[in-house]
């Protein structure tokens, strides 16, 4: 039986608190925000450890990004992860999600076989969910969405997973290869190893990928490949708020309390 | 710049809303995604047509025709009686290629979603996923997507000119729903999908189907950040009182105290109550854009200078393990919601 092989889907993102719009130039300043791995994504990493636990095999790590993404990636690596695959040009710059998905699918090309493709529920900065059944319509192969257990059949023909949704659940089975994407805080992303760091974060364990490197359609990547453009950028509006203050003993308070909710009902 | 399949010579002037069902009802987002449609439909002068899928669930059109759709796109199939991501795209993949509809909206619901991000590529068409409002330009016939990004704090217009069809998604509670009229017509049009064996890759094992809230819905919210230590009983009653329900920010949610469907913001739940009380919630600005929609909001934060009280309408600096309470025993005296209103009918 050949190894089972998971690719793991991983993005740096802004912490979503530090992010401002510039007034003057109305483009996003990033450089005030520090940088982090998209949480949903540890989880779908932590899936992918897991499963490689259990079954053996090995974790390549994919993303798309300038090069500074290169340090956080790393902590993928000192948590098990195997390999990472980064693909960075500034080509690839303005991608929405059919460029993105696209770009990340002749990465999977080129990495070569796989089992499955794992990706967080969503990123903290785009927030859609669109990039898990993208890749999975580019690959043409099935996809189990917002999974939050799974098992692989012992062949490793199938993969089984459990769904929630709406209060309950579902159990899928898709054949392998399949795109997983993994809902969010399902699991505890493990810590990193402390003697795997020194390999993490100094050894020759990232491949780099430019354009050229791979075989893609330029009409199909960055800004030309993106159907959806930008026409404005503002910080959102805040409805404006009394902000009054209600004083007194707890059980003063908890009488106009009453009043307003009575009046609002 | 590469093409979509469908070209905007070649378009059908209409707005497409996708007709999420399940178990004989349609969802109520897809309602509120006609109830909008139907209002920017009238303003540019084009019809309003609906996709429904599935299988033996044509009396379903006649909900649409009162939600204001001119026309239902009806698919039945055995192999659609579920949702299966393969088949629906499959669908829809061959309906919109043969009716090419400029404008194809869906609501951002787990289904939705990957329905949306399948059919786009296929299409290779553009996508404006989770967005928090939607103009049509009447003289372009562009269609305008606002999304908020970076957990809430930023707003994007954005747009496709060159791809068909416009796709959108957005989530449910963001619109309202509006009835156009009880007894309206419309125009019922049966499609004929092929679905041959092996297309659908998914397999459905296992299914429960749970009550499941719907916050989207609630008239008043009551909800508990990191500042309640997990005491969520405490809410739950008053939340109960009130005939209302009890949500959460992210913290209490990843800890186990509360189920997720609970959770409001950004990545959680948008809700519009009529009243939201907040409790011991700082305010993070993920949360904050889950309650902007609220006519009326009461924080309870021990900090005064918590971010939560420049959004809330009445703030009350105390620890919200001692106001609520003293508010649920208030308004058990007082008999709960039901005679909070009544009493408010009477002052009328």
């Given at each position: 039986?050949p190894?089972?092989?998971?690719?793991?889907?991983m993005?740096?993102?802004?912490?979503?608190?530090?992010i401002?719009?510039?007034p003057?130039?109305m483009?996003?300043d990033?450089?005030?925000a520090?940088?982090?791995?998209?949480?949903?994504?540890?989880?779908a990493?932590?899936?992918?450890?897991?499963?490689k636990?259990?079954?053996?095999?090995?974790?390549?790590?994919?993303?798309?990004?300038?090069?500074?993404?290169?340090?956080?990636?790393?902590?993928?690596?000192?948590?098990?992860?195997?390999?990472?695959?980064?693909l960075?040009?500034?080509?690839?710059?303005?991608?929405?999600?059919?460029a993105?998905?696209?770009?990340?699918?002749q990465g999977?090309?080129?990495?070569?076989?796989?089992d499955?493709?794992?990706?967080?529920e969503e990123?903290?900065?785009?927030?859609?969910?669109?990039?898990?059944?993208?890749?999975?319509e580019?690959l043409d192969?099935?996809?189990?969405?917002?999974?939050?257990r799974?098992?692989i059949?012992d062949?490793?023909?199938?993969?089984r997973?459990?769904?929630?949704v709406?209060?309950?659940?579902?159990?899928?089975?898709?054949?392998?290869p399949?795109?997983?994407?993994v809902?969010?805080?399902s699991?505890?992303?493990?810590?990193?190893?402390?003697?795997?760091?020194?390999?993490?974060?100094?050894?020759?364990?990232i491949?780099?990928?430019?354009?050229?490197?791979?075989d893609?359609?330029?009409?199909?990547?960055?800004?030309?490949?993106?159907?959806?453009i930008?026409?404005g950028?503002?910080d959102a509006?805040?409805?404006?708020?009394?902000?009054?203050?209600?004083?007194?003993?707890?059980?003063?308070?908890?009488?106009?309390?009453a009043d307003?909710?009575?009046?609002?009902? | 710049?590469?093409q979509?399949?469908?070209?905007?010579?070649?378009?059908?002037?209409a707005?497409w809303?996708?007709?999420?069902?399940e178990d004989?009802a349609?969802?109520?987002?897809?309602l509120?995604?006609?109830s909008?449609?139907?209002?920017?439909?009238?303003?540019?002068?084009w019809?309003?047509?609906?996709?429904?899928?599935?299988?033996r669930i044509?009396?379903?059109?006649?909900?649409?025709?009162?939600?204001?759709?001119?026309?239902?796109?009806?698919?039945?199939h055995?192999?659609?009686?579920?949702?299966t991501?393969?088949?629906?795209?499959?669908?829809?993949?061959?309906i919109?290629m043969?009716?090419?509809p400029s404008?194809f909206?869906?609501?951002a619901?787990?289904?939705?979603?990957?329905?949306?991000g399948?059919?786009?590529?296929?299409?290779?068409?553009?996508?404006?996923?989770?967005?928090?409002?939607l103009r049509?330009?009447?003289?372009?016939?562009?269609?305008?997507?606002?999304?908020s990004?970076f957990g809430?704090?930023?707003l994007a217009?954005?747009?496709?000119?060159?791809?068909?069809?416009q796709m959108?998604t957005v989530?449910?509670?963001?619109f309202?729903?509006r009835?156009?009229g009880?007894?309206?017509?419309?125009?019922?049009?049966r499609?004929?999908?092929?679905?041959?064996?092996g297309l659908i890759?998914?397999?459905?094992?296992?299914?429960?189907?749970?009550?499941?809230?719907d916050?989207?819905q609630a008239?008043?919210?009551?909800?508990?950040?990191?500042g309640?230590?997990?005491?969520?009983?405490?809410?739950?009653?008053?939340?109960?009182?009130?005939?209302?329900?009890v949500?959460?920010t992210?913290?209490?949610?990843?800890?186990?105290h509360?189920e997720r469907?609970?959770?409001?913001?950004?990545?959680?739940?948008?809700?519009?109550?009529?009243?939201a009380?907040t409790?011991?919630?700082?305010?993070?600005?993920h949360?904050?854009?889950?309650?902007?929609?609220a006519?009326?909001?009461i924080?309870?934060?021990?900090?005064p200078?918590?971010?939560?009280?420049?959004?809330a309408?009445y703030c009350?600096?105390?620890?919200?393990?001692?106001?609520?309470?003293?508010l649920?025993?208030?308004i058990?005296?007082?008999?709960?919601a039901?005679?909070l209103?009544?009493?408010?009918?009477?002052?009328?």
């Amino acid at each position: 039986m050949p190894e089972l092989h998971s690719i793991v889907c991983m993005k740096i993102t802004p912490k979503p608190e530090e992010i401002r719009v510039d007034p003057q130039t109305m483009l996003l300043d990033r450089e005030t925000a520090r940088s982090e791995i998209n949480p949903p994504d540890m989880n779908a990493l932590e899936m992918a450890l897991a499963l490689k636990d259990q079954h053996g095999g090995r974790v390549s790590v994919l993303s798309m990004g300038p090069p500074f993404f290169e340090p956080h990636l790393r902590v993928g690596l000192a948590m098990g992860a195997d390999w990472v695959y980064l693909l960075s040009d500034r080509k690839f710059a303005g991608a929405d999600t059919l460029a993105t998905t696209y770009t990340l699918v002749q990465g999977i090309k080129q990495i070569g076989e796989f089992d499955l493709i794992f990706c967080g529920e969503e990123s903290s900065d785009g927030a859609t969910g669109q990039v898990p059944p993208g890749l999975a319509e580019w690959l043409d192969i099935g996809q189990l969405t917002l999974i939050n257990r799974l098992e692989i059949s012992d062949r490793q023909q199938f993969a089984r997973g459990r769904r929630e949704v709406k209060g309950g659940y579902e159990i899928l089975e898709v054949p392998l290869p399949a795109v997983v994407s993994v809902k969010t805080a399902s699991n505890e992303p493990r810590f990193m190893d402390y003697d795997r760091k020194p390999w993490a974060f100094s050894g020759d364990n990232i491949t780099v990928w430019t354009s050229a490197d791979l075989d893609l359609d330029p009409q199909l990547i960055g800004l030309p490949g993106s159907p959806t453009i930008v026409t404005g950028l503002a910080d959102a509006p805040i409805r404006g708020r009394r902000r009054e203050f209600v004083t007194g003993r707890p059980d003063e308070i908890a009488q106009k309390l009453a009043d307003l909710i009575g009046e609002a009902l | 710049m590469a093409q979509s399949l469908c070209e905007v010579d070649s378009e059908e002037p209409a707005i497409w809303v996708f007709l999420e069902q399940e178990d004989q009802a349609i969802e109520n987002v897809s309602l509120e995604l006609l109830s909008k449609a139907r209002q920017m439909a009238d303003e540019i002068g084009w019809p309003l047509v609906g996709l429904l899928m599935g299988y033996r669930i044509s009396e379903l059109a006649e909900l649409a025709f009162s939600y204001g759709a001119n026309e239902v796109v009806l698919a039945e199939h055995s192999a659609l009686a579920q949702f299966t991501v393969d088949g629906f795209t499959h669908a829809a993949y061959q309906i919109l290629m043969e009716r090419k509809p400029s404008v194809f909206l869906l609501g951002a619901t787990p289904n939705g979603r990957d329905l949306a991000g399948r059919l786009a590529v296929r299409l290779r068409t553009g996508l404006n996923a989770d967005c928090t409002d939607l103009r049509l330009d009447k003289g372009r016939g562009v269609l305008v997507s606002e999304v908020s990004g970076f957990g809430g704090g930023v707003l994007a217009l954005i747009e496709m000119q060159k791809h068909r069809p416009q796709m959108a998604t957005v989530r449910p509670g963001v619109f309202q729903v509006r009835l156009a009229g009880p007894k309206r017509n419309g125009q019922l049009t049966r499609f004929q999908v092929g679905i041959r064996e092996g297309l659908i890759r998914t397999k459905i094992v296992e299914q429960f189907k749970g009550r499941g809230v719907d916050l989207t819905q609630a008239q008043v919210l009551v909800a508990g950040g990191r500042g309640v230590d997990g005491n969520f009983e405490m809410l739950e009653e008053l939340a109960r009182l009130l005939d209302g329900e009890v949500g959460a920010t992210r913290p209490p949610v990843d800890e186990g105290h509360i189920e997720r469907e609970r959770q409001i913001g950004q990545t959680g739940v948008i809700c519009r109550p009529k009243v939201a009380i907040t409790c011991g919630i700082s305010g993070a600005f993920h949360f904050v854009v889950g309650i902007q929609e609220a006519e009326l909001v009461i924080a309870i934060n021990t900090d005064p200078e918590a971010p939560i009280f420049d959004y809330a309408d009445y703030c009350i600096v105390g620890d919200a393990k001692e106001i609520v309470p003293a508010l649920t025993e208030v308004i058990r005296k007082r008999g709960g919601a039901p005679s909070l209103q009544a009493l408010e009918v009477q002052h009328a």
